[in-house]
């Protein structure tokens, strides 16, 4: 199945502890992104890698680090983890060809993240 | 203030009946999309309007662009269990190529 997957789908953790959370695709887009959905649904940017350079980075804490091995996956690594990091985040990627031929992101299923 | 404003916030309606959201906004935009979220799933694309003006039909979903770009509206007709969803609008920003999102329109279609 062509598709953004996204693991673990759910992470519980404790406070100041280390994580990671895996993007692949296989749609061969060229951008990949990084949303945090807080508990109200509204959608955050925090990143996006475009053959492989950084082409938007939001004001997020620098504990959060995208790593982005080849085109096709995207992980996110969090250092010493706050409760506040708790939230929904998404991966998502998008073929960009200019406004006529955009055909929107395509989104994992998202990962739960809880901080106790 | 939110470059994109979605109203209702919630909406719960009865099956069988219409209903329009909104996704409003004072810039304008070279195109807009909407799209729908199930819990626990990614939003999902449900279309992209381009053109002011500009309406695009999906099964029992009308989706309307406004003629200067600025605003658009979501219709269904005889809503369905199955449309319950949060709907959310995004434009994308020709600058950086971001995608921006409205904070989405809850709807509860019951039985």
């Known amino acids: 199945d062509t598709a953004v997957s996204q693991t673990p789908k759910y992470l519980v953790t404790q406070m100041g502890n280390d994580k990671s959370i895996k993007c692949e695709q296989n749609?061969?887009?060229?951008?990949m992104y990084w949303y945090k959905q807080d508990s109200k649904k509204f959608l955050k940017i925090m990143f996006s890698?475009?053959?492989?350079?950084?082409?938007i980075n939001e004001t997020v804490p620098n504990r959060f680090s995208p790593k982005s091995p080849d085109k096709a996956h995207l992980n996110l690594h969090i250092n010493s983890l706050e409760l506040g990091d708790s939230a929904v985040y998404f991966c998502?990627?998008?073929?960009?060809?200019?406004?006529?031929?955009?055909?929107?992101?395509?989104f994992g299923s998202g990962t739960r993240l809880t901080v106790v | 203030t939110q470059l994109l404003e979605q109203s209702p916030q919630f909406l719960s309606i009865q099956e069988g009946e219409n209903l329009t959201v909104y996704c409003n906004s004072s810039s304008v935009f070279s195109s807009l999309q909407w799209y729908r979220q199930e819990p626990g799933e990614g939003p999902v694309l449900l279309v992209t309007?381009?053109?002011g003006g500009e309406v695009k039909k999906l099964k029992r979903l009308t989706f309307q662009f406004g003629d200067a770009r600025k605003d658009s509206s979501l219709h269904i007709t005889a809503a369905q269990p199955g449309d319950t969803g949060l709907y959310l609008c995004?434009?994308?920003?020709?600058?950086?190529?971001?995608?921006?999102w409205g904070a989405g329109t809850k709807l509860i279609i019951k039985p």
């Open positions: 890698y475009n053959n492989k350079e950084l082409i």
């Open positions: 309007v381009v053109t």
């Open positions: 998502a990627s998008s073929q960009d060809r200019g406004s006529a031929n955009y055909y929107g992101y395509t």
């Open positions: 995004a434009v994308r920003m020709d600058s950086n190529y971001q995608l921006i």
């Open positions: 749609l061969g887009h060229d951008t």
